[in-house]
């Protein structure tokens, strides 16, 4: 597949298709590629779509993923605002929205992910709002102005990124979310008690345990949030944030194997050899957790496939497992986790549940995740220490005094030491 | 306040590049803004990933690097006296000349 002639198509300028763009090249693939982006912007990183670019510190020239001449420079051929309908794998070849063809050997899908939409919800209405692209954000910035009272509907990452960024501009924030805790299936008990605190001394209102059960409107604009109890929130904006749905449409018309994402093996192939799903759209086994299969919505996932994907296209060494990580920033809150806790059997708090801490998640004692708060060293370690899956004592990883980094033992893989 | 110096970079593939740039939020914003694009940042700028890991040599002295930032330095295998995470960076206004080479990947 390294052949001068040969030819891979990528659907999806984000942050999984410009990896895979930059890493076939550097990997030194000579063939053509083919970048399809359905914005007209060139491709932006999303992750401050909810903080400093919705707060209006930075712009979206400080969101390129890689300045214009990058893509001149490494003959990428880039194509945005373009559509793609279909993919005929008999023909081994994709359609566009202007009704051309464009024939691969290989084929990247690497569409993302959409917020998913509250149920029985007419879309389009004013002050209604969700956030994926960097136009969502600017529509979203402008309605938060200091008299503005925002309503976020879902207690995850986004939901609360997006009420630190509102209060940040003077704006009221309300968050309703449906289970008894925030970031319920994302994040430990102690993270969320901690993030509702931190939230609430900083004027964010939080419900719990309360079901979205009307947009209100007066003339086509929301002026209510009416909750299933009966209550009613005012607002002058809402931004819907309970989670996100695979884009994975043309694989399902394509005919691959789905369920809920596109289905992909170990290096990001589908059930079509020549077809690879990476980032958000796909669902993937985990090498660190038994090969479970899951979708990971995260920037380090959708580059770690990339790698993964472009490495079995050119025949090249497959690289090292990677245990996934994420980041969220709430105000001047620094939170960082470092793999899943499937089935973990206990959890150890080390540190002080103020302001710096960590949670390690255990299972038949070797850890299998951890969320740090404040504390980007333990985050590193605990990643590494995920890695080496060792076994570990109790009472030395739950002691802050202890730096976790020395529970490393010393391998054989240089790397290991921190 | 913005201000111009000489933004001197060297690239990973050993080639180097001076140029007058306008001061920036950020050292990171700075060399994407010059094409430095072996910078993966892949954080976007969080201090979350070290992917934007640089030595740095200045005429003047820069602002000492955060807990969170010296943790992340820590953490890495090429790290110097001189590393410094470019998203983390903010270019003090005094500076003139900043020397900047890109570290190799982890």
């Given at each position: 597949m390294t052949s001068n002639m040969s030819r891979v198509v990528i659907i999806g300028a984000g942050q999984a298709g410009v990896s895979a763009a930059t890493f076939l090249r550097s990997g030194g693939f000579r063939g053509q590629i083919l970048l399809f982006g359905?914005?007209?912007?060139l491709p932006y990183q999303r992750?401050?779509?909810?903080k400093a670019f919705l707060k209006g510190e930075i712009g979206l020239e400080d969101l390129w993923l890689k300045s214009a001449t990058f893509y001149v420079e490494q003959n990428i051929d880039l194509r945005l605002g373009i559509r793609v309908e279909e993919i005929d794998r008999k023909k081994a070849a994709i359609r566009l929205a202007n009704g051309t063809w464009q024939a691969y050997d290989n084929l990247i899908i690497a569409t993302g992910s959409r917020p998913r939409a509250l149920p029985?919800?007419?879309?389009?209405?004013?002050?209604l709002h969700q956030l994926r692209s960097y136009e969502d954000t600017r529509r979203l910035r402008k309605a938060l102005s200091p008299d503005a009272h925002i309503v976020l509907v879902g207690g995850g990452y986004i939901g609360l990124e997006v009420a630190a960024s509102a209060r940040a501009l003077g704006a009221r924030a309300t968050v309703i979310e449906l289970e008894d805790r925030l970031l319920a299936r994302v994040a430990s008990r102690p993270v969320s008690n901690f993030l509702e605190g931190y939230h609430r001394a900083r004027g964010v209102e939080i419900i719990t345990c309360a079901s979205v059960a009307a947009l209100e409107t007066d003339g086509g604009r929301l002026t209510n949030v009416r909750l299933a109890d009966g209550r009613r929130f005012q607002c002058t904006a809402a931004v819907v944030a309970i989670g996100g749905v695979p884009n994975d449409q043309l694989g399902r018309m394509a005919g691959l194997s789905c369920d809920g994402g596109i289905l992909v093996d170990h290096n990001g192939r589908t059930s079509d050899p020549a077809i690879f799903a990476i980032g958000d759209v796909s669902r993937r086994p985990l090498p660190f957790y038994g090969d479970r299969v899951h979708r990971l919505e995260s920037v380090g996932n959708a580059v770690e496939q990339a790698r993964l994907a472009v490495a079995a296209i050119l025949g090249q060494e497959r690289p090292e497992d990677e245990v996934h990580w994420f980041w969220s920033d709430q105000f001047d809150v620094k939170f960082k986790s470092a793999g899943v806790a499937f089935d973990a059997d206990r959890q150890l708090l080390r540190g002080?549940?103020?302001?710096r801490f960590s949670v390690l998640h255990l299972k038949d004692d070797r850890l299998i995740s951890i969320e740090t708060i404040n504390n980007a060293g333990d985050f590193v370690a605990g990643r590494k220490l995920i890695a080496s899956r060792q076994v570990i004592d109790d009472t030395l990883a739950a002691d802050a005094d202890v730096p976790l980094k020395s529970l490393i033992s010393l391998g054989n893989d240089r790397k290991l030491y921190v | 306040m913005t201000t111009a110096f000489q933004l001197h970079v060297v690239r990973r593939d050993g080639t180097t590049r001076e140029t007058e740039v306008e001061n920036a939020a950020s050292l990171l914003a700075l060399l994407r803004r010059v094409g430095?694009?072996?910078?993966?940042a892949m954080c976007g700028?969080?201090?979350?990933?070290?992917?934007?890991h640089v030595y740095v040599e200045a005429d003047g002295p820069l602002s000492e690097p955060e807990v969170e930032e010296r943790e992340m330095l820590e953490t890495l295998l090429h790290q110097t006296p001189a590393s410094r995470l470019a998203c983390q960076l903010m270019v003090d206004p005094g500076i003139t000349r900043l020397k900047v080479t890109v570290a190799p990947e982890e």
């Amino acid at each position: 597949m390294t052949s001068n002639m040969s030819r891979v198509v990528i659907i999806g300028a984000g942050q999984a298709g410009v990896s895979a763009a930059t890493f076939l090249r550097s990997g030194g693939f000579r063939g053509q590629i083919l970048l399809f982006g359905d914005e007209q912007v060139l491709p932006y990183q999303r992750p401050p779509l909810s903080k400093a670019f919705l707060k209006g510190e930075i712009g979206l020239e400080d969101l390129w993923l890689k300045s214009a001449t990058f893509y001149v420079e490494q003959n990428i051929d880039l194509r945005l605002g373009i559509r793609v309908e279909e993919i005929d794998r008999k023909k081994a070849a994709i359609r566009l929205a202007n009704g051309t063809w464009q024939a691969y050997d290989n084929l990247i899908i690497a569409t993302g992910s959409r917020p998913r939409a509250l149920p029985d919800v007419q879309e389009e209405m004013e002050g209604l709002h969700q956030l994926r692209s960097y136009e969502d954000t600017r529509r979203l910035r402008k309605a938060l102005s200091p008299d503005a009272h925002i309503v976020l509907v879902g207690g995850g990452y986004i939901g609360l990124e997006v009420a630190a960024s509102a209060r940040a501009l003077g704006a009221r924030a309300t968050v309703i979310e449906l289970e008894d805790r925030l970031l319920a299936r994302v994040a430990s008990r102690p993270v969320s008690n901690f993030l509702e605190g931190y939230h609430r001394a900083r004027g964010v209102e939080i419900i719990t345990c309360a079901s979205v059960a009307a947009l209100e409107t007066d003339g086509g604009r929301l002026t209510n949030v009416r909750l299933a109890d009966g209550r009613r929130f005012q607002c002058t904006a809402a931004v819907v944030a309970i989670g996100g749905v695979p884009n994975d449409q043309l694989g399902r018309m394509a005919g691959l194997s789905c369920d809920g994402g596109i289905l992909v093996d170990h290096n990001g192939r589908t059930s079509d050899p020549a077809i690879f799903a990476i980032g958000d759209v796909s669902r993937r086994p985990l090498p660190f957790y038994g090969d479970r299969v899951h979708r990971l919505e995260s920037v380090g996932n959708a580059v770690e496939q990339a790698r993964l994907a472009v490495a079995a296209i050119l025949g090249q060494e497959r690289p090292e497992d990677e245990v996934h990580w994420f980041w969220s920033d709430q105000f001047d809150v620094k939170f960082k986790s470092a793999g899943v806790a499937f089935d973990a059997d206990r959890q150890l708090l080390r540190g002080s549940s103020e302001g710096r801490f960590s949670v390690l998640h255990l299972k038949d004692d070797r850890l299998i995740s951890i969320e740090t708060i404040n504390n980007a060293g333990d985050f590193v370690a605990g990643r590494k220490l995920i890695a080496s899956r060792q076994v570990i004592d109790d009472t030395l990883a739950a002691d802050a005094d202890v730096p976790l980094k020395s529970l490393i033992s010393l391998g054989n893989d240089r790397k290991l030491y921190v | 306040m913005t201000t111009a110096f000489q933004l001197h970079v060297v690239r990973r593939d050993g080639t180097t590049r001076e140029t007058e740039v306008e001061n920036a939020a950020s050292l990171l914003a700075l060399l994407r803004r010059v094409g430095v694009d072996e910078i993966v940042a892949m954080c976007g700028g969080n201090c979350a990933c070290a992917t934007c890991h640089v030595y740095v040599e200045a005429d003047g002295p820069l602002s000492e690097p955060e807990v969170e930032e010296r943790e992340m330095l820590e953490t890495l295998l090429h790290q110097t006296p001189a590393s410094r995470l470019a998203c983390q960076l903010m270019v003090d206004p005094g500076i003139t000349r900043l020397k900047v080479t890109v570290a190799p990947e982890e």
